[in-house]
């Protein structure tokens, strides 16, 4: 039987909100015990000692989240994208790539301003000094896969086609945020605040994608 479209409008809406809420929440929650110096810090701390062990490995997949590396990445998929949109004669054909490209620019401008709120000192590994949460290289790695395969997901003929790109994104993010949290380079909810931010970034970017996908192309997945 049908869903009617008015149910199946609710749901989606109900969707949203909880995929822009819970990030937010937690996001605020964790800025909070990093603020306040709380227990969460110190179990956080705790999980850091168990996990660093500074390796080759563990530092090649922490660039993933470099911007030299992560950014192109980015520039090829939207440039991809604007031309398939064009040539598809697509309305505002230029509007998942301007926001695409002006999620990657808010990264900085949210993420520096949080560690200058923060103040959190770096782990035992870095060199002193503080503006360690939320993880910038986490944050670049998240929007720049996730808006990558976000914005391509549409023209991808072919489920096993979408879930291999969902699949590699993932991978590429969670490499990322091991390699940092295994070097050293960042605690672990450095790297979690850094995934709640992104949360509600890309799925305000998700909402832009469905409202400007081409006629006869499926909707991509959410976030």
Not at 1 to 21: C, D, F, K, W
Not at 86 to 99: N, Y
Not at 122 to 145: E, I, Q
Request: charged fraction near 15%; glycine fraction near 8%; include cysteine.
């Amino acid at each position: 039987m049908p869903i009617p479209a008015n149910q199946e409008r609710t749901t989606l809406r109900g969707s949203v909100a909880l995929l822009l809420a819970l990030p937010a929440l937690l996001f605020a929650l964790i800025t909070w015990q990093v603020v306040a110096d709380g227990p969460l810090v110190r179990l956080d701390e705790r999980l850091s000692r168990l996990l660093v062990n500074p390796d080759r490995c563990s530092e090649l997949l922490a660039d993933l989240g470099n911007v030299q590396v992560a950014v192109p990445v980015l520039a090829v998929a939207l440039g991809y994208v604007a031309l398939r949109n064009r040539r598809a004669g697509v309305d505002r054909w230029w509007l998942p790539v301007a926001a695409g490209a002006l999620l990657m620019a808010l990264v900085p401008a949210l993420v520096v301003p949080l560690k200058e709120l923060t103040d959190r000192p770096g782990t035992p590994v870095v060199p002193p000094g503080t503006g360690y949460y939320p993880s910038g290289h986490t944050a670049t790695a998240v929007v720049a896969y996730g808006c990558a395969t976000l914005l391509l997901l549409p023209w991808l003929r072919t489920t096993l086609a979408r879930r291999t790109l969902i699949t590699l994104c993932v991978a590429l993010v969670l490499g990322a945020s091991y390699g940092l949290v295994r070097r050293g380079y960042h605690w672990p909810l450095d790297v979690v605040g850094s995934w709640c931010l992104c949360s509600v970034l890309l799925t305000s970017l998700w909402l832009a994608v469905r409202a400007v996908t081409p006629p006869g192309r499926s909707q991509p997945p959410g976030p």
